[in-house]
C-alpha cells in the first residue's frame, strides 16, 4: 500500500519532486508551462496523462485529452436526457416490455466513464449501462479506449519495462468481451492480460468507489503510524530551519531598507576591493611560478638521479657482458684444452695396450722357461739317483719286477688321462658358474642402482604427494609449508606500518593460466621466481627478510626477494616483445592483475621474449631450423624443455609442481605413482633376493668345482710322479755307468744355460712391467685431467646461461630507465615551457595591475573570494539603485517575508500540536494493547478487533478535524458521527455563527447549503484516502455563486497543498472566473453528436458480472 504524502508546507521533505531532466520532459504537448519559471512539486506516478476515445458510447472519435498534473476542469454542455417506454414483442410472448432509456450524453460524463471502464471497472460500477456492449457507438462492431498513466521516479512500476508512462489500451466488442493491451512508452506491447493491469493498479493504489474511511487499509495504515511521526518530526525539523532561513530573509529586507544611505560606502569598497583583486590574481600567478619551479627543481634532480642509475645500469651491464665473456673464454679454454690432449690419450691408451702385450708376451717365454728348468732339474736328480742305484745295484734277476712296474705305469697313465678329462670338464663348469656369477652380479648392481632411483623418486612423490594435499586446503602451501604463517606475518607488520607497501608474494599464486597445458613449460621457464616476493625498496626489504628468519631454519633455502619500485601500470614492452602469430609468449599466456607482478617477471625474467611452443620438433624448427621470431630469446615446450638458436636443454621434470589447477587429478596420479613405484621397489627387492640366492648357490658349486678340480691337479701331479719314477727304476743290468755321467753332465749344461736364459727373460719382463705401469700411469692422468676439465665445464656452463639471463635484464633494465628518462625529460620540458607561459602572463597581469593600482598592495584574500565579495557587491549595488528611492517597495517585501515567516511558524506550531495528539493516541493505544495482552492469549483473533477499532478511530479523528476545518470556512459548524459498529455515517451541519440551535439534519439545508457541505464532506474523504488522482462530476450544479466560490476555492486550496495529486472535475460551468495558474488546465468539451440517442440497460446476470471481470 502506498504511504500518505500530504504535507502542510510548502518544501516537504518525502514529496516525490521531479529531477531537472525530467521537468525539461514534462508534458510536452501541453504542460510546458507548468515547469517554466520555477521548479513545482508534481506527481511522477499514477496520473492520468492523456485519454482517447474510438466508437465509445456517442463519439465517433474523442480526445486525445492530455490532462495536467494537477487541477484539470472538463467543461461543457450537458447532455439531453429523456425516459420513454416503448414495448417490444417477440414470437413466443407478446406480454413483455423491456425498459429503454433514451439519453444524449455530452463528453464529460463519457471521460470518467471510459476512466472506469477503460481501467478494468464492471459496467455497472459506472451507473451508466448494466453490459460493456452497451459503451459501443450505434452502428459500430467495437469500441477503444487508450489511457496513458504516468510511470516516473523512484516509485514507477517495472521502469525497464515500461518507461516514463503506461499506455493501457482495451477493446471492446459488440458482443460485450473486452481485451487489454499494455504498452511501454516507446508503444511496444508489454503484456495483454488482465492480471498485469490489475498488479499496476494495486502498485498506484488506484481504486473506484472506495468505502471512504478505507478500513481494509488501517492494518497496514497502523504498521506506519510511528514512521509518520518520525518524517512528521523531520518535517518540523525542516519546518525550523526553513524558520530560520525566512527570518534571516526578513533581516536582509530590513537591512536592505536602511542599507540605501550607504551606496556610496558601498561603490568605495567595491573600488578597493577591484585594487586587491588586481594583486591578488598577480599574487596567485606568482605562488604557481614558485610551484612551477620547485616541481621543476624536483625534476632535475629526478634527472640527475635518473642518469645516475642509469651510468649504474651501464657498469652492471658492462659487468654482466665481461663475466659473461670470461665464462664464455673459460668454456673455449677448457673445450681447446680437452680437445688437445684427445689425440695424446689416444697415442698413450695405445701405447698401454702394446706394452700390456709385451708384458704377457714376455711373461708367458719366462713361465715357459721357468717349466723347463724345472724338468730338467728334476731330470738331474733321477739321473744321478739312476747312477747311484746302478752302482750299488748287482742283481741282474729282476724281470718279474720289471713287468709288474710296466703293467702300473699303464694303468697309472690311464687313471691320468681320465683323470685329465675330468679336469676339462670341472674346468668348463668352474668357467661356466664364473661367468654366471659375473653376470648376476652385474645385474645385481644394476638392479640396485634401479631401486635406490626408484626410492629417491618415491621420497620425493611422497613429499609433492604430502604439499599438494595440504594444498587443498590451503593453495598457498604449494609454494612451502610455512607460506601461510609468513604470509599472516607480513599482513600484521603492514597493519603496524613495518612496510611502506605491503611486499606481494609468492608470484606463483599471483599468476594465473590461460592454457593449463603450458603449466610445465611456464615452471620451468620461471623455476624459483615462482616462490619469490616483491618489495618496494631495501627498507622493506630487510623486515621482510627479518619475518623470513622466523619461518626457514638457518642453512634452509629462503623464497628470493626482488627489490624493485611498486608501479600501477604494467611495462609498455609491445616494442621488444616476441611475436608469432600461432604461439603465445610467458607475458600473454599469463593472466596477472597485479602490475608489480608482471614487472617483476618481465624484469628478472623477460617473459615477454619467451615464446612456449607444446610441440618438441616444431620448438626445434622454429628455433633452429630456421631464424628465431624477431626479439625472440628462447622458447619452452610443453614437456618443459628449453629451445635456444643453437642448444636444446631437456627438463628433469615431468609434472608441473605449483601452477596445476586440478590438483585432484594431480593426487589421483600421484598416489597411482606412489603405488607403482612401491610395487617397482617391492618387485625389484624379490628380484634382488633371487639373484642373491643365485649368486649363492653358484659360488657353492664353484668352490666345489674349484676343490675338486685341485684334487684333480694333485692327483694327476701325484700319478704323473708316481709313473716317472716307474719309468726310471730299470732291471739291475751292467749299464755303462760312464754315459749316465755324462748325459746328467750335459743336463747340468742345459740347465745352466736354461737357468741364464731365464735370468735373462725375468730382467726383459720387470723392464716391461716396469714400462707398462709408466704408461699407464700416464694414461690414467691424461685421462683424469680431462675428466676434471668435463667436470669444471659443467658449472661453467649453467654459469654461462645465468650470465646470458644477466645481460638480458640489465639490458632490459637499461631499456627502462632511458624510457623512463625520455618520459621524464618530456615532461620537465613541458614544465619549462608552462613556467615560460607563467612568465608572460605574470607580466602581462602585472602591467594590469599597476593601471588599475600603480601601487602594490598587500592582500590576504584570495581571488575567488575577492571575486565572489566583489560580485555580491554589485549585485546589492545594482539592487539598491534598482530600489532607490521606493522605500514602499522594500517595506511591502519585508511585510511579506514577514507573515510567510509567521504563516510557516504556525504551521509548525499545528505539526507539533498533531505529534503530541499523536502521541498521546499511541500512548492510549499502547495502555489499552497492556490490557487486552491477557486477553489475546485467550481470544487471540479478537486482538485485530481491538487494532482495526484504533485504527478507525484515528481515520474518524482526522475525518472530522478535517471537515470541522473546511466547514468553517463559511463560519458552518458541524458534526460527523461514525458508527463502526453498524458500519453508518450520520452528517450533521449548521450554517452561520448566530444560530447556536441544534445541529440541523442534511435534509434541512437548502440546495447550495447541501452542496456545499458535500464538497466539504468528500474533501474530508479526500484528505484520508490514498489515490493518485481523484475525479468529481458536476458538484457545483446546485449551488450559488458564493457557495461555488467558497467550494471552488477550497478544492483549488487543496489541490495547491496536494500538487503530488492530479484532480479531475466535470462540471457545465464555464470555469471563466478561475484564476490564472500553471496549475489548473481547462478542457472545453464540443457539444455531442445526436446520431445514438439509445443505451440498453437491463438487470445484469451473474454470469454476465463475472463475464466482465
Avoid at 701405447?351 to 708367458?364: G, L, P, S, T
Avoid at 645385474?443 to 611422497?462: F, M, P, T
Avoid at 592454457?515 to 620451468?524: V, Y
Avoid at 555580491?872 to 519585508?894: F, N, T, W
Amino acid at each position: 500500500m502506498a504511504k500518505r504524502k500530504e504535507e502542510n508546507f510548502s518544501s516537504p521533505k518525502n514529496a516525490k519532486r521531479p529531477r531537472q531532466e525530467e521537468l525539461e520532459d514534462f508534458d510536452k504537448d501541453g504542460d510546458e508551462d507548468e515547469c517554466k519559471g520555477t521548479t513545482l512539486t508534481a506527481a511522477e506516478v499514477g496520473i492520468i496523462e492523456s485519454i482517447h476515445l474510438k466508437n465509445f458510447m456517442c463519439h465517433s472519435m474523442l480526445g486525445p485529452f492530455k490532462f495536467g498534473s494537477n487541477v484539470n476542469f472538463v467543461v461543457g454542455n450537458n447532455g439531453s436526457w429523456s425516459a420513454v417506454v416503448r414495448s417490444r414483442l417477440n414470437a413466443t410472448s407478446a406480454s413483455q416490455v423491456q425498459a429503454i432509456l433514451l439519453f444524449q450524453p455530452c463528453g464529460k460524463s463519457a471521460v470518467l466513464t471510459a476512466l472506469i471502464v477503460g481501467l478494468g471497472g464492471r459496467a455497472v460500477a459506472t451507473n451508466r449501462g448494466s453490459s460493456l456492449k452497451g459503451f459501443v457507438k450505434d452502428g459500430q462492431n467495437s469500441a477503444d479506449i487508450s489511457i496513458t498513466l504516468r510511470n516516473r521516479g523512484d516509485d514507477a512500476f517495472k521502469a525497464s519495462v515500461y518507461g516514463n508512462s503506461i499506455l493501457i489500451q482495451q477493446h471492446i466488442s459488440i458482443d460485450g468481451s473486452r481485451s487489454y493491451k499494455l504498452k511501454s512508452a516507446t508503444g511496444s506491447v508489454v503484456s495483454t492480460r488482465k492480471e498485469e493491469l490489475i498488479a499496476i493498479l494495486d502498485h498506484f493504489n488506484i481504486q473506484f468507489f472506495m468505502k471512504a474511511t478505507q478500513l481494509e487499509q488501517m492494518k497496514e495504515d497502523y504498521s506506519y503510524i510511528m514512521e509518520t511521526k518520525e518524517r512528521t518530526k523531520e518535517q518540523i525539523h525542516q519546518g525550523e530551519e526553513r524558520l530560520t532561513e525566512l527570518k534571516r530573509q526578513c533581516v536582509e529586507k530590513e537591512e536592505r531598507f536602511q542599507s540605501i544611505a550607504g551606496l556610496s560606502t558601498m561603490k568605495t569598497n567595491l573600488e578597493s576591493l577591484k585594487h586587491e583583486m588586481a594583486w591578488a590574481v598577480v599574487n596567485e600567478i606568482e605562488k604557481q611560478l614558485n610551484a612551477i619551479r620547485d616541481n621543476i627543481k624536483i625534476g632535475e634532480d629526478r634527472a640527475a638521479r635518473l642518469d645516475r642509475k642509469m651510468e649504474e645500469q651501464q657498469v652492471r651491464l658492462n659487468e654482466a657482458e665481461q663475466k659473461y665473456k670470461d665464462i664464455q673464454d673459460k668454456l673455449e679454454k677448457i673445450s681447446e684444452e680437452t680437445n688437445a690432449r684427445a689425440p695424446e690419450c689416444m697415442a698413450l691408451k695405445a701405447d698401454v695396450v702394446a706394452k700390456k702385450r709385451a708384458y704377457n708376451e714376455a711373461e708367458v717365454l719366462y713361465n715357459r722357461s721357468l717349466n723347463e728348468y724345472k724338468a730338467l732339474k728334476k731330470d738331474d736328480e733321477q739321473l744321478c739317483k739312476r747312477i747311484e742305484e746302478l752302482k750299488k745295484s748287482t742283481d741282474q734277476s729282476l724281470e718279474p719286477e720289471r713287468l709288474e712296474r710296466q703293467k702300473k705305469i699303464s694303468w697309472l697313465k690311464e687313471r691320468v688321462k681320465a683323470f685329465q678329462n675330468q679336469e676339462n670338464s670341472v674346468n668348463q663348469e668352474i668357467e661356466q658358474f664364473q661367468q654366471a656369477i659375473e653376470k648376476d652380479k652385474e645385474e645385481h648392481g644394476k638392479i640396485k642402482r634401479e631401486e635406490l632411483d626408484v626410492k629417491h623418486a618415491l621420497s620425493y612423490n611422497q613429499r609433492q604427494l604430502k604439499e599438494l594435499k595440504d594444498s587443498k586446503t590451503d593453495r598457498l602451501k604449494r609454494f612451502g609449508p610455512n607460506v601461510p604463517a609468513l604470509l599472516e606475518a607480513i599482513d600484521d607488520a603492514y597493519r603496524q606500518g613495518h612496510f611502506t607497501y605491503k611486499p606481494v608474494g609468492p608470484l606463483g599464486a599471483c599468476i594465473h593460466l590461460r592454457d593449463p597445458e603450458l603449466a610445465l613449460a611456464i615452471e620451468s621457464c620461471l623455476k624459483g621466481l615462482l616462490q619469490a616476493y616483491c618489495c618496494h625498496n631495501h627498507a622493506d626489504e630487510r623486515v621482510l627478510q627479518a619475518l623470513m628468519k622466523r619461518f626457514y631454519l638457518p642453512g634452509t633455502s629462503r623464497p628470493p626477494i626482488i627489490v624493485s619500485e611498486f608501479r600501477n601500470e604494467i611495462y609498455d614492452v609491445r616494442h621488444r616483445a616476441a611475436y608469432h602469430p600461432d604461439f603465445p609468449t610467458v607475458l600473454t599466456a599469463l593472466e596477472i592483475d597485479n602490475a608489480v607482478v608482471a614487472n617483476s617477471l618481465i624484469d628478472m625474467r623477460g617473459i615477454e621474449t619467451v615464446l612456449l611452443i607444446k610441440n618438441n620438433s616444431v620448438a626445434r624448427a622454429v628455433m633452429q631450423s630456421q631464424k628465431p621470431p624477431k626479439n625472440c630469446r628462447e622458447a619452452f615446450t610443453a614437456d618443459g624443455d628449453q629451445v635456444f638458436a643453437g642448444r636444446y636443454y631437456s627438463s628433469e621434470n615431468t609434472r608441473p609442481k605449483f601452477l596445476s589447477r586440478d590438483v585432484d587429478s594431480e593426487i589421483s596420479d600421484l598416489e597411482n605413482e606412489v603405488e607403482n613405484k612401491t610395487a617397482q621397489i617391492l618387485n625389484l627387492q624379490q628380484h634382488l633376493s633371487a639373484l642373491e640366492k643365485d649368486i649363492k648357490h653358484n659360488e657353492e658349486l664353484l668352490k666345489r668345482c674349484q676343490l675338486h678340480y685341485k684334487e684333480l691337479k694333485m692327483k694327476i701331479r701325484k700319478n704323473i710322479s708316481e709313473i716317472r719314477e716307474l719309468e726310471n727304476i730299470e732291471e739291475h743290468q751292467s749299464v755303462d755307468i760312464a754315459t749316465l755321467e755324462d748325459e746328467a753332465q750335459e743336463n747340468k749344461s742345459k740347465m745352466k744355460m736354461v737357468e741364464e736364459h731365464m735370468e735373462q727373460q725375468k730382467e726383459n719382463m720387470e723392464h716391461l712391467k716396469s714400462l707398462k705401469i709408466e704408461a699407464e700411469n700416464k694414461y690414467d692422468a691424461i685421462k683424469f685431467k680431462i675428466n676434471q676439465l668435463s667436470e669444471l665445464a659443467d658449472p661453467l656452463k649453467d654459469e654461462l646461461n645465468l650470465a646470458d639471463s644477466e645481460v638480458d635484464n640489465q639490458k632490459r633494465g637499461k631499456r627502462h630507465y632511458e624510457e623512463k628518462q625520455k618520459e621524464h625529460l618530456d615532461t620537465l620540458n613541458k614544465k619549462k615551457r608552462e613556467l615560460d607561459m607563467k612568465e608572460k602572463e605574470l607580466e602581462e597581469k602585472m602591467s594590469q595591475a599597476r593601471q588599475i593600482c600603480p601601487e602594490r598592495i598587500e592582500v590576504e584574500k584570495s581571488a575567488s573570494i575577492l571575486d565572489k565579495e566583489i560580485n555580491r557587491l554589485r549585485q546589492k549595488i545594482q539592487a539598491e539603485h534598482a530600489s532607490h528611492g521606493d522605500r514602499e517597495e522594500i517595506m511591502r517585501q519585508y511585510q511579506e517575508a514577514r507573515e510567510t515567516y509567521l504563516d510557516l511558524d504556525s504551521k509548525v506550531r499545528t505539526l507539533k500540536k498533531f505529534i503530541k495528539l499523536l502521541g498521546e493516541i499511541m500512548e492510549h493505544r499502547f495502555k489499552t494493547y497492556q490490557q487486552f495482552r491477557s486477553f489475546r492469549q485467550k481470544n487471540k483473533p479478537n486482538l485485530y478487533y481491538y487494532i482495526n477499532l484504533f485504527q478507525m478511530q484515528c481515520l474518524t479523528l482526522r475525518c472530522k478535524l478535517y471537515f470541522d476545518n473546511l466547514l468553517s470556512q463559511r463560519a458552518y459548524c458541524g458534526k460527523m458521527n461514525f458508527d463502526h459498529k453498524n458500519e453508518t455515517l450520520s452528517i450533521s451541519v449548521q450554517p452561520g455563527e448566530g444560530n447556536k440551535a441544534a445541529f440541523s439534519d442534511m435534509r434541512a439545508l437548502s440546495g447550495g447549503e447541501r452542496s456545499f457541505s458535500t464538497v466539504c464532506f468528500i474533501l474530508s474523504l479526500w484528505s484520508i484516502a490514498e489515490s493518485p488522482f481523484r475525479c468529481l462530476d458536476e458538484f457545483d450544479v446546485y449551488m450559488d455563486m458564493v457557495n461555488r466560490r467558497i467550494a471552488m476555492d477550497l478544492i483549488l486550496k487543496m489541490a495547491d497543498s496536494q500538487r503530488f495529486r492530479q484532480f479531475i472535475l466535470l462540471t457545465p460551468q464555464s470555469m471563466s472566473s478561475l484564476p490564472s495558474s500553471k496549475l489548473i488546465r481547462i478542457l472545453r468539451m464540443s457539444d455531442p453528436e445526436r446520431g445514438q440517442t439509445t443505451l440498453p440497460f437491463r438487470p445484469v446476470t451473474q454470469e454476465e458480472d463475472d463475464d466482465q471481470r
